[in-house]
């Protein structure tokens, strides 16, 4: 079964930064493009950042663009996202999701997200 | 970016009924558009992609159409775990973004 497994969330004050990381089991991890959402809890659903099979290409929505940092090592079977200069509006649960294999950047699999706060 | 938006934002309806929620792109996204289904405290799940293929494993009951700017998503015999919100997603270019989501209750 497809696992993916968030860590990594909790309280950063403004400023402060964080790294998220998602474990994957159950696929081969290298043959797909890896997804970053994120959820305010309550409301709706934000895609953050993809990155592809081999790392080579990258996208960010516009809000994090200098901020945010997708990466992978597909030795370790993990995608991470670096987070920097949070502020209140980066408060969420953050997921991470597998992209499909017709449709590379359709997310799939969904792992249970890890919560970041962002408060003083 | 492209704007995705969604009617109704809620609903209530009983088992049995036919149920069509409706979303709608700001600009043409051909039919590069993909459905999820989420339940309180759980994982958004996929149910369509490419605007009318059924992820496998995904009953038969819910079924998509649309292309262009204009999509809906059906149930055609609405069970009582189709409780939820459902959120359409446009993937056609960067910044992918998501409708607001329907919610959707069980009468």
């Known amino acids: 079964d497809v696992q993916l497994v968030e860590s990594g969330g909790g309280l950063v004050q403004p400023g402060g930064s964080l790294r998220l990381s998602c474990a994957a089991s159950?696929?081969?991890?290298?043959?797909?493009?890896m997804n970053w959402v994120r959820q305010v809890p309550g409301k709706g659903l934000e895609w953050v950042a993809n990155?592809?099979?081999?790392?080579?290409?990258?996208y960010y929505v516009d809000s994090v663009k200098g901020r945010f940092t997708i990466s992978r090592d597909n030795a370790k079977n993990s995608v991470y996202l670096q987070m920097n200069s949070l502020g209140a509006d980066d408060t969420a649960v953050y997921h991470c999701?597998?992209?499909?294999?017709?449709?590379?950047?359709?997310?799939?699999?969904w792992g249970q997200g890890t919560l970041v706060t962002v408060s003083s | 970016a492209i704007r995705m938006t969604q009617s109704p934002s809620s609903f209530s309806a009983s088992t049995g009924d036919r149920v069509t929620i409706t979303c709608r792109a700001s600009?043409?996204?051909?039919?590069?558009l993909a459905w999820y289904q989420q339940k309180p405290g759980k994982a958004p799940e996929l149910l369509i992609y490419?605007?009318?293929t059924l992820q496998p494993g995904v009953t038969s009951r819910f079924s998509g159409s649309g292309s262009g700017t204009d999509f809906a998503l059906t149930i055609s015999s609405l069970q009582s775990e189709d409780f939820g919100t459902y959120f359409c997603?446009?993937?056609?270019?960067?910044?992918?973004?998501f409708g607001p989501g329907t919610k959707v209750d069980i009468k």
């Open positions: 990155i592809k099979e081999d790392g080579g290409e990258k």
């Open positions: 159950g696929f081969r991890f290298s043959g797909y493009w």
């Open positions: 600009q043409g996204i051909s039919n590069y």
């Open positions: 997603q446009q993937y056609y270019s960067y910044p992918f973004t």
């Open positions: 999701a597998r992209g499909g294999s017709i449709v590379a950047v359709v997310s799939i699999d």
């Open positions: 490419d605007a009318s």
